[in-house]
């Protein structure tokens, strides 16, 4: 649930006040001096964290250093990650006493659609269990770059730990058991069926990365810090900026939270336009057709598959390795079968691939293989029971796709649930 006074802290910052009552809390805890020397120089010929991605500028990326205080309370204790649009820093709340996570969204990089999200889920007042399973947002400001041109949005969230494509690097074989899965689907479904049914949001990014483990003890973030001290993380420093290595956080054990509202959408019916990460598109999204919540389903049966098994359900590639929808749609009729004519109906897109009879055009060829022969880690009435169950999810009509309500009931999902 998000923190009381959220959207109060929003409308303020907005207007560039910054300030808080100080009536009630505790005294602020003074700024932390970190070390000045001590760690490991990178070569400034080598390119590291952020300076990976191929669309890098680092005039986009606001400049952050280990120590620093944004908005007079958030005191930067090390780097947790980077992506194209920002960089995420563990920080040390010095007026709540507390460690936050703060989320450095680069200059071009907009935060409207998450803060409206975000602003409509805190005006839902609901006891679904749900809600426990989402990351509540603590605050948001805005931070100016050093040289007074550009700001940048920073969103402040409270601390989780790995996300789920992390904990898989350290699993053997690189994926999860059968249990793991299980309590992974009825974290992120519970979610789901809050969003869907009482919140009325579609999430629409479902990926590894976006679902990170809860922290059951504090300690592994007082341990982060307290690294910075005994081992400081090695940097590249430059003449406009220092670029940190990321410290990983250990493994936390919490149960997984569904975070990153940044391509939500209120409202769960007749949507438009381009969604979803590429190899986890739904087909009507492919197509340009309208969809609604149930591209959240998909995605929750293409997440599941790529947790549980050793390759890419669909690698939507063609020869030359790029993103090709016929490549992708062929690979989906093997799994799926032929499409329904409802269905191509609902697309003038559907003529480029499949003709009037709903025969394929043979756009790309149609691999020889079938979703049971793809599925290699079970066997018997296991295998049965776990394809039956993602084939609740995997269809190509969305109003076929079953609800994350009745996915959380699933015989395969409460299997060991009540020993």
Same mark, same amino acid.
């Given at each position: 649930?998000?923190?009381?006074?959220?959207?109060?802290?929003?409308?303020?910052?907005?207007?560039?006040?910054?300030?808080?009552?100080?009536?009630?809390?505790?005294?602020?805890?003074?700024?932390?001096?970190?070390?000045?020397?001590?760690?490991?120089?990178?070569?400034?010929?080598?390119?590291?964290?952020?300076?990976?991605?191929?669309?890098?500028?680092?005039?986009?990326?606001?400049?952050?250093?280990?120590?620093?205080?944004?908005?007079?309370?958030?005191?930067?204790?090390?780097?947790?990650?980077?992506?194209?649009?920002?960089?995420?820093?563990?920080?040390?709340?010095?007026?709540?006493?507390?460690?936050?996570?703060?989320?450095?969204?680069?200059?071009?990089?907009?935060?409207?659609?998450?803060?409206?999200?975000?602003?409509?889920?805190?005006?839902?007042?609901?006891?679904?269990?749900?809600?426990?399973?989402?990351?509540?947002?603590?605050?948001?400001?805005?931070?100016?770059?050093?040289?007074?041109?550009?700001?940048?949005?920073?969103?402040?969230?409270?601390?989780?730990?790995?996300?789920?494509?992390?904990?898989?690097?350290?699993?053997?074989?690189?994926?999860?058991?059968?249990?793991?899965?299980?309590?992974?689907?009825?974290?992120?479904?519970?979610?789901?069926?809050?969003?869907?049914?009482?919140?009325?949001?579609?999430?629409?990014?479902?990926?590894?990365?976006?679902?990170?483990?809860?922290?059951?003890?504090?300690?592994?973030?007082?341990?982060?810090?307290?690294?910075?001290?005994?081992?400081?993380?090695?940097?590249?420093?430059?003449?406009?900026?220092?670029?940190?290595?990321?410290?990983?956080?250990?493994?936390?054990?919490?149960?997984?939270?569904?975070?990153?509202?940044?391509?939500?959408?209120?409202?769960?019916?007749?949507?438009?336009?381009?969604?979803?990460?590429?190899?986890?598109?739904?087909?009507?999204?492919?197509?340009?057709?309208?969809?609604?919540?149930?591209?959240?389903?998909?995605?929750?049966?293409? &997440?599941?598959?790529?947790?549980?098994?050793? *390759?890419? /359900?669909?690698?939507? %590639?063609? #020869? $030359?390795?790029? =993103?090709?929808?016929?490549?992708?749609?062929?690979?989906?009729?093997?799994?799926?079968?032929?499409?329904?004519?409802?269905?191509?109906?609902?697309?003038?897109?559907?003529?480029?691939?499949?003709?009037?009879?709903?025969?394929?055009?043979?756009?790309?060829?149609?691999?020889?293989?079938?979703?049971?022969?793809?599925?290699?880690?079970?066997?018997?009435?296991?295998?049965?029971?776990? &394809?039956?169950?993602?084939?609740?999810?995997? *269809?190509? /009509?969305?109003?076929? %796709?079953? #609800? $994350?309500?009745? =996915?959380?009931?699933?015989?395969?999902?409460?299997?060991?649930?009540?020993?």
């Amino acid at each position: 649930m998000l923190r009381p006074g959220v959207h109060l802290r929003i409308a303020s910052l907005r207007t560039g006040s910054g300030k808080r009552a100080m009536t009630g809390l505790r005294a602020p805890l003074a700024r932390r001096v970190f070390p000045c020397s001590g760690w490991d120089i990178i070569d400034p010929s080598h390119k590291v964290e952020e300076e990976l991605i191929p669309s890098y500028k680092s005039e986009d990326f606001y400049p952050a250093r280990i120590g620093e205080v944004f908005n007079h309370r958030y005191q930067v204790v090390g780097k947790l990650g980077y992506g194209s649009s920002a960089t995420v820093w563990l920080c040390r709340d010095l007026l709540d006493h507390r460690y936050v996570s703060l989320k450095i969204n680069t200059v071009s990089t907009t935060v409207a659609r998450e803060i409206e999200v975000y602003g409509h889920l805190e005006t839902i007042k609901s006891s679904h269990a749900g809600q426990s399973c989402l990351r509540p947002l603590i605050e948001v400001f805005q931070a100016q770059s050093p040289d007074g041109y550009d700001t940048h949005d920073c969103l402040v969230h409270p601390p989780l730990g790995i996300s789920l494509d992390q904990l898989t690097a350290l699993l053997p074989d690189g994926v999860m058991t059968s249990a793991m899965v299980r309590t992974t689907m009825r974290n992120i479904l519970a979610a789901l069926d809050f969003l869907h049914t009482e919140a009325g949001v579609i999430h629409t990014d479902l990926q590894p990365n976006n679902i990170l483990l809860g922290i059951k003890d504090d300690s592994i973030l007082s341990q982060f810090e307290q690294a910075e001290f005994e081992t400081p993380i090695p940097r590249k420093v430059l003449k406009d900026r220092t670029i940190y290595l990321s410290r990983p956080l250990r493994i936390s054990y919490g149960t997984p939270v569904l975070c990153d509202l940044g391509e939500a959408r209120v409202g769960t019916d007749q949507q438009l336009g381009d969604i979803m990460p590429d190899i986890y598109r739904a087909p009507e999204v492919i197509l340009g057709m309208a969809w609604d919540s149930k591209v959240d389903i998909w995605n929750v049966g293409m &997440l599941m598959w790529d947790l549980f098994e050793h *390759r890419h /359900l669909f690698k939507a %590639r063609n #020869s $030359a390795r790029e =993103l090709d929808d016929g490549c992708h749609l062929a690979e989906m009729q093997a799994v799926l079968g032929r499409p329904p004519a409802k269905f191509l109906g609902r697309s003038e897109r559907s003529n480029l691939f499949w003709d009037k009879n709903g025969d394929w055009k043979d756009a790309a060829s149609i691999p020889d293989y079938d979703l049971y022969t793809l599925e290699e880690r079970l066997k018997g009435d296991e295998k049965d029971n776990f &394809l039956r169950f993602l084939r609740r999810m995997l *269809r190509w /009509l969305p109003e076929e %796709r079953a #609800s $994350a309500k009745d =996915l959380l009931f699933d015989p395969w999902l409460m299997h060991g649930l009540f020993k």
